[in-house]
């Protein structure tokens, strides 16, 4: 069985760092086919891709938010890792990891249940 | 990046209708485009991928089409559970993944 769950503070201040940790099961990090992608929603807002890593530590990010994220992944932890510098009150969101299956096929069958992230002072 | 535009955003309708939202994409994209349902206080469902696969347990009554720049999303008979906000995503370019607005399907 399948399964992602993320982790991290549900409050952060502006300007800090947010760190987000997705621990995966029922599939391996080092699987050479599928990855691990971050995605983002504010509250009553679209879905915004973010970033995402396959097993042979290939990333890519997202264009406009490129400067200020880094993913990783510790596989023997099945955990890949977030994180978002200089936070901002517009990046409030419920923040999702989900699964890509297979490379070439850039889309999420299975996804985490989400943890809302609140940027306030 | 390439954007995605779906319409309507807001779509009522009642039990038993056929429904078609449009995802149109900024630049050809071949087939490669997924959609996703989500229900309020959810993460996001896989439907469809590559514009027309569906995926496994998905309902028969939904279904995908298209290629290159328009794509639609049907469901033949709309259910009461299918009542949530659709989403469109293109997989086209790896390195910058996209999703539409969204359409909300609501009971009218």
């Known amino acids: 069985q399948v399964t992602l769950k993320e982790s991290g503070p549900v409050l952060v201040k502006p300007t800090e760092t947010l760190t987000l940790t997705c621990t995966v099961s029922g599939f391996s990090l080092s699987n050479a086919r599928m990855g691990v992608s971050w995605i983002r929603q504010p509250p009553g807002k679209a879905l915004e891709w973010l970033a995402h890593?396959?097993?042979?530590?290939?990333?890519s990010y997202s264009t406009s938010l490129k400067s200020r994220l880094t993913i990783s992944k510790d596989t023997s932890k099945s955990q890949v890792v977030l994180t978002m510098t200089n936070m901002d009150p517009v990046d409030t969101a419920t923040y999702y990891c989900?699964?890509?299956?297979?490379?070439?096929?850039?889309?999420?069958?299975?996804w985490g249940q989400g943890t809302l992230v609140t940027v306030s002072s | 990046d390439i954007q995605l535009t779906q319409s309507p955003s807001f779509l009522s309708a009642s039990v038993g209708d056929r429904v078609t939202i449009t995802c149109r994409a900024s630049q050809g994209i071949s087939s490669y485009l997924a959609w996703y349902q989500q229900k309020p206080g959810k993460a996001p469902k896989l439907l469809i991928y590559?514009?027309?696969t569906l995926q496994s347990g998905v309902p028969s009554r939904f279904s995908g089409s298209g290629s290159g720049t328009e794509f639609t999303l049907t469901i033949s008979s709309l259910q009461p559970e299918d009542f949530a906000t659709y989403y469109c995503q293109q997989l086209n370019s790896y390195l910058a993944l996209t999703f539409g607005g969204g359409t909300k399907v609501e009971i009218k």
């Open positions: 590559a514009a027309s």
């Open positions: 989900a699964r890509i299956p297979s490379r070439g096929s850039y889309y999420f069958d299975y």
């Open positions: 890593i396959f097993s042979n530590d290939e990333k």
